[in-house]
């Protein structure tokens, strides 16, 4: 089966946070990006612009030499290494379980809205995502570890709770010990890369929707917060971005998501950018995304360079995902397969 926008529920937002349409999908496991090559129930995967295979429950899907991206409930990114497999036990956004076969995976939980849930099994472990954050399951040799968040795990050995800088082993009695954040490998990195990519097309989607007649009421600053939001497909990237209901927020790796109330100005980048509600412009970052004074002071993942999430002035994407170029640079032609 594959899923076209007409399988997404178009959703009506009234009052002051009126943003035109969101769309909000109906249910995980949603077959974003491949790379290389994947499969579903031994069946290759193939893509096309607009159309995305739905993992169905009780169905495999598993990576050769590739990588992959799965949309689970609004705002949560499964990103599959090379030689890895899932199966989808439940795709409800209120009960979502993805039980992890074989390989690596990491998961970036920007939002996990009020009533959803998402739990990753293993043998007899269950984890649940407790918080906002950045998590990683290996099972050679089976391990979780925490970047960034909290997780709770249950085993026949009892429970535990995991909080950022820990792992803990899924073979015997669960313990959390110390890892160190700073070393990284490509399926980090390209997770990476991936954020600040959606962080470029989220912005973008906001930006429209404001723009389509959406308006934006008072206090989303002052909170901070973010409203809980859903998918929005960007034609543009060929690709669904997350957009928050109001306020802003940011991704694990320190990059920005921006509401249609917390956008203001949006300009294609040769040489202009955008520019928060209080008129404060970007300025260049190591982070790679996007920020303005209301970012100011908001926390970030400790792995990246920078105070806050700014736009790089140069490619965001990168790799063979292609990206969004800042400093006069365009979106790659190859940025979505």
């Not at 429950?57 to 689970?72: D, S, W």
């Not at 002035?313 to 032609?333: K, P």
Request: hydrophobic share 40%.
């Amino acid at each position: 089966m594959r899923l076209s926008l007409a399988g997404f529920v178009f959703t009506g937002l009234a009052a002051t946070s009126a943003f035109a349409q969101q769309v909000i999908s109906a249910h995980s496991g949603v077959i974003h990006l491949v790379e290389g090559k994947a499969y579903l129930n031994d069946k290759v995967v193939e893509t096309k612009f607009g159309q995305f295979p739905d993992i169905k429950i009780g169905q495999e899907f598993r990576t050769e030499q590739g990588r992959a991206e799965i949309l689970l409930t609004p705002g949560v990114f499964l990103r599959m290494g090379e030689n890895s497999s899932v199966k989808m036990v439940s795709n409800l956004l209120t009960d979502t379980r993805v039980e992890m076969l074989t390989g690596s995976a990491m998961i970036e939980a920007d939002e996990i809205s009020n009533g959803n849930s998402v739990q990753l099994l293993y043998k007899n472990n269950s984890m649940t995502l407790a918080k906002h954050g950045l998590y990683r399951l290996d099972l050679e040799p089976a391990r979780l570890r925490v970047y960034d968040g909290e997780v709770i795990v249950k085993a026949d050995s009892g429970q535990l709770t995991l909080k950022s800088g820990k792992e803990t082993s899924l073979s015997g009695v669960l313990m959390a010990a110390s890892f160190d954040k700073k070393v990284v490998d490509e399926l980090y990195n390209w997770s990476s890369r991936r954020a600040g990519y959606l962080s470029a097309a989220n912005a973008s989607s906001a930006m429209t929707i404001r723009n389509s007649g959406g308006s934006y009421g008072s206090g989303y600053y002052s909170s901070g917060l973010m409203g809980f939001g859903g998918w929005q497909f960007n034609p543009l990237f060929g690709m669904f971005t997350y957009v928050p209901l109001d306020g802003f927020g940011y991704s694990p790796f320190g990059f920005g998501w921006w509401s249609p109330a917390t956008i203001v100005y949006y300009v294609p980048p040769t040489g202009g950018g955008i520019i928060g509600r209080s008129g404060a412009p970007l300025a260049p970052n190591h982070g790679g995304s996007f920020a303005s004074s209301p970012f100011a002071g908001l926390p970030h993942n400790s792995n990246n360079v920078g105070a806050a999430p700014a736009m790089n002035g140069g490619a965001v994407g990168g790799g063979s995902t292609g990206g969004f170029a800042g400093g006069g640079g365009r979106v790659s032609a190859g940025a979505h397969r």
